[in-house]
Structure formats: structure tokens, C-alpha cells
């Protein structure tokens, strides 16, 4: 069973273009993430959600945008996509954001090319 | 602005040798947490240490928080090249918002 899973795997597209990331958890969590991560491998947060509400909004442009239609899914919807969006995309999903021992699952990520 | 350091980037050894990881910050964190990461996959939780001065053990992993709960360390024991990852440490805050290292490359070769 997979329990934070995300499609597509790979998304390979050209500048200017507007793609969707998919992330689904069967975890029963209440809480999930958006999460890039560069070609150095550093690992930032985008966003995350709890119970379908944003919580967390870091800095990112506003052509990034999140939906949360249920708890079990956060979806990532990028406009007018730029050469430096070419990163790993990973969702996570934990069950209590407000608990210091949270655990964060994470999905296997979405590498993400622009051309 | 909540930052880690961690030390150092890479690290190649020997099989059987030791090592050790380090993660500083000159903020306070509600909990320190690391990961390991193979290629093409998520980052998995090692281990969360929450309170200061604690130690945590893992088989031949060794994680440490700094009494003050701005530092932490992971040191391996006799390490194997099954241990070849990238190790990342991430401290906790407000909403579970984890701000993490730059990330470890180990590689042991056998």
C-alpha cells in the first residue's frame, strides 16, 4: 500500500506552460505539505494544509497555487511555468501538525523539467 | 530566518570506519529531526529528538540534541555501504514547519 503517492513522476514541459502536480494520502492525515527541492538537494517548504486550511504559506510566487478539494488530497498548480521551477517536488502528510513528534511522510516526488 | 547548518556536504569512507554528522543553528527548535534519502525516492524519518541533551540510538546510528536545542549530531558506527544516502537534519517549528540542512552525501565503499 502507498501511502503518500504523487503523479506524475516526471513532468517534463516547455517555459510558459501551466502543469499540475498530484498528491494523494490513505494515511488518514490530517496535514500535508508541498515541499521543493533543488538540484543541490536543499529541501524547502512551499506550503501546507490542515483539514483543507493553509497554514503554511512560505515565500513563493503566486503563480504557485495549492487546492486542497478534501484531507486526503493537496494538489500544486503552477502557471506560467520558469526554467528555475525545474526542481523535485515532494508532498508529505503528517497527522498532527501541532504535536512536536510529528511524523512527515513523504511521497516519492515529482521531478519537474522545463525546457 | 530559521537556518541549519549541516556538516559536512560529503563524505566518502571506508567500510567499517565511523563517522559523524553535524547540524547547528542559532535558533532554538521545538524538535530536531533526521532523514535519509535514497535516489529517487522521499526523505524517511530516522529519528525526532525533542528534548535537550538527548540521545537516541539506532542500531550503529547515534543521534544527539544539544542541550540547548540548536545542534545535533548523528555519528555511525563501523558504517556499511548500505549506509550510503543522503542524510538530512530538520528542526521543527510552528506548524510543523521544518526547516532543513543542506544535506549529507555519504557513500561507503565496501
Known amino acids: 500500500d502507498t501511502a503518500v503517492s504523487q503523479t506524475p513522476k516526471y513532468l517534463v514541459t516547455q517555459m510558459g506552460n501551466d502543469k499540475s502536480i498530484k498528491c494523494e494520502q490513505n494515511?488518514?492525515?490530517?496535514?500535508m505539505y508541498w515541499y521543493k527541492q533543488d538540484s543541490k538537494k536543499f529541501l524547502k517548504i512551499m506550503f501546507s494544509?490542515?483539514?483543507?486550511?493553509?497554514?503554511i504559506n512560505e515565500t513563493v510566487p503566486n503563480r504557485f497555487s495549492p487546492k486542497s478539494p478534501d484531507k486526503a488530497h493537496l494538489n500544486l498548480h503552477i502557471n506560467s511555468l520558469e526554467l528555475g521551477d525545474s526542481a523535485v517536488y515532494f508532498c508529505a502528510s503528517s497527522q498532527d501538525f501541532a504535536a512536536v513528534t510529528d511524523t512527515q511522510y513523504f511521497g516519492p516526488g515529482t521531478r519537474l523539467t522545463v525546457l | 530566518t530559521q537556518l541549519l547548518e549541516q556538516s559536512p556536504q560529503f563524505l566518502s569512507i571506508q567500510e567499517g570506519e565511523n563517522l559523524t554528522v553535524y547540524c547547528n543553528s542559532s535558533s532554538v527548535f521545538s524538535s530536531l529531526q533526521w532523514y535519509r534519502q535514497e535516489p529517487g525516492e522521499g526523505p524517511v524519518l530516522l529519528v525526532t529528538?525533542?528534548?535537550?541533551?538527548e540521545v537516541k540510538k539506532l542500531k550503529r546510528l547515534t543521534f544527539q540534541f544539544g542541550d540547548a536545542r540548536k545542534d545535533s549530531s548523528l555519528h555511525i558506527t563501523a558504517a556499511q555501504p548500505g549506509d550510503t544516502g543522503l542524510y538530512l537534519c530538520?528542526?521543527?517549528?510552528?506548524?510543523?514547519?521544518?526547516?532543513f540542512g543542506a544535506g549529507t552525501i555519504l557513500r561507503v565503499k565496501s
Open positions: 529528538v525533542v528534548t535537550g541533551g
Open positions: 494515511l488518514g492525515h490530517d496535514t
Open positions: 530538520a528542526g521543527a517549528g510552528y506548524g510543523n514547519k521544518l526547516v
Open positions: 494544509y490542515n483539514n483543507k486550511e493553509l497554514i
